[in-house]
């Protein structure tokens, strides 16, 4: 297939215009999405995940993430936002058949959660007596040390995206042009402004009381993806830098392989020999590290990461700031998903300068005013070294879009991504019409000022909506068999094993195993990646 050079000296449209219609149907997306399984009062289910829907360890389209009550539905490589969708749809309508012959749980569709107990209780997952599944529930026990259960309950929804033809230095490019506009799809997608009281219990947030038991700030765009969200304090400090895969990789090693002095307090284990972490470094491993979006390569059994990346380099993006749309049946529509295609071609063909730490500092702290203040009037974020309206900003952004989605549009006919674009500029006009502002409305007008009943409702709704549609026989049997099989391949791996798990943990971490090359001199750490 055909690649075109990029050239810095070529305006945005020429460039654009140059993608060949091959290039451009050859996108692919996929979709990642979590959810927690809810109990009709609103309360997290307590309950394993159900057998039904096989192995947490080996299916590929139904596993867990952090914990044993949080679902993580996951689609295979499409050619379209339709398909994408369909398959997550189906996936959606079995895990609603089980929940409902197995008694009343449903799924809960906002990003932040239901109703918490205490932090302790709440369950981390759990992937059976293998090697490679305690590790999973250890690494789960250490994010719960680290950072408190709780916020790891937070669910969002991840876009993968690739296009054919991109280098890795091509998309570490698009990565650092994502993080300066980041601000954009949060204002235009973020969906959660408010939170169930139990969520900030005994901690400082700065919150505003919402109703009885809810709590908000009024221009939020995102809490998940503000202070009270996915941050951490001891990884502020990485200021991991973009500007090569060379140099991505070496930030990532240290924070790998160097002991964190509170992480060294918690101990690796308990004083009863029970596992606290994996590992005492800033990083257990590397999917411990938070970010908007990271660069991604598929990995063979057993490898880590960032050895895969190094090896192989960039496969495709990871987009990780998507909230949960609660007024979408799936979480995200055909719509969004068409403008993340446009904005994600945009970050790749746009100048991409090399980023700085002072530019990362910025970068923090746009995202922190857009999570919290995002649809406030005259709201400034940084610019390099001026502030700048975020609105206008936004339209910039938008605006440079249209020949991009033009482009799109001309490879695959209609006119479908224009209009998600047209939407796009239209929502930033009319702030009150984004997902934040809705939800808030909703809460406001509708339920009292309870977060927790307007969320219910639109979970109960969802849950009748998916139930509703046609789900043929072949489908459920096609389903039930990939679970029984998942399974089976649990038992197989768990069978298998002849490593002593202290032997297991010590090796899979070693850290010859992050360098080029280092695979094939590696001792084999069988099954799945932790």
């Not at 075109?4 to 996929?30: D, V």
């Not at 994408?84 to 799924?107: F, N, S, W």
């Not at 999917?287 to 979006?293: D, K, L, M, S, V």
């Not at 068409?338 to 071609?345: E, G």
Request: aromatic share 6%; charged share 20%; with cysteine.
């Amino acid at each position: 297939m055909a690649t075109t050079t990029l050239h810095a000296s070529t305006p945005l449209t020429e460039r654009a215009g140059a993608l060949t219609h091959e290039r451009l149907r050859g996108i692919r997306r996929g979709l990642e999405k979590e959810s927690l399984r809810a109990n009709p009062d609103g309360s997290l289910a307590l309950t394993p995940h159900p057998a039904a829907l096989g192995s947490a360890l080996t299916h590929s389209h139904i596993t867990t993430d952090f914990s044993e009550s949080q679902l993580e539905l996951i689609t295979g490589v499409h050619a379209s936002a339709e398909a994408c969708l369909q398959e997550l749809a189906e996936v959606h309508q079995y895990v609603y058949h089980v929940l409902r012959e197995q008694g009343e749980e449903m799924l809960w569709v906002s990003s932040m959660p239901c109703g918490l107990p205490t932090d302790e209780t709440i369950p981390i997952g759990r992937y059976g007596a293998s090697n490679v599944g305690r590790a999973k529930s250890v690494y789960r026990m250490g994010l719960g040390h680290r950072y408190g259960r709780r916020m790891q309950t937070i669910s969002g929804i991840h876009y993968n995206w690739s296009m054919p033809g991109v280098t890795s230095e091509a998309y570490f490019g698009l990565i650092r042009n994502f993080r300066r506009h980041a601000f954009l799809p949060l204002v235009l997608f973020g969906a959660s402004p408010a939170v169930c009281g139990s969520f900030v219990d005994g901690r400082d947030h700065g919150l505003l009381p919402l109703g009885e038991c809810s709590m908000h700030l009024p221009h939020a765009t995102s809490l998940r993806m503000g202070r009270l969200g996915y941050q951490s304090d001891a990884q502020s400090s990485l200021a991991v830098s973009y500007n090569s895969l060379e140099g991505y990789g070496a930030s990532l090693q240290q924070a790998l392989t160097q002991p964190y002095p509170p992480y060294e307090a918690v101990g690796i284990r308990n004083p009863g020999g029970d596992y606290n972490q994996l590992a005492t470094s800033l990083l257990q491993i590397e999917n411990e590290f938070y970010g908007t979006i990271r660069p991604k390569r598929t990995i063979f059994p057993g490898e880590r990461p960032l050895h895969a990346l190094r090896e192989r380099g960039v496969e495709y993006v990871e987009v990780r700031l998507m909230d949960l749309d609660p007024f979408e049946p799936l979480g995200i529509s055909a719509t969004t998903m068409r403008f993340l295609d446009v904005f994600l071609l945009h970050c790749l063909l746009s100048d991409s300068p090399p980023d700085t730490p002072q530019e990362i500092a910025a970068l923090a702290r746009n995202q922190h005013r857009v999570a919290a203040r995002g649809r406030e009037s005259g709201l400034l974020l940084e610019q390099g070294r001026r502030e700048r309206p975020l609105a206008e900003w936004a339209l910039e952004l938008i605006d440079e879009c249209r020949p991009i989605a033009a482009r799109l549009d001309a490879a695959h006919g209609g006119q479908a991504h224009a209009q998600a674009v047209a939407a796009a500029r239209a929502a930033v006009l009319a702030p009150q019409t984004l997902p934040s502002a809705r939800v808030l409305q909703h809460i406001e007008r509708e339920h009292g000022g309870s977060f927790a009943h307007f969320v219910l409702e639109r979970s109960q709704s969802t849950q009748a909506r998916l139930l509703g549609l046609p789900f043929p026989e072949v489908l459920r049997r096609r389903f039930a068999e990939a679970s029984a099989a998942s399974i089976e391949e649990q038992k197989r791996i768990e069978a298998a094993d002849t490593m002593p798990f202290d032997v297991y943990r010590e090796e899979y971490l070693r850290p010859e195993r992050l360098g080029l090359g280092s695979r094939r001199r590696d001792r084999a750490v069988p099954a799945a990646a932790i």
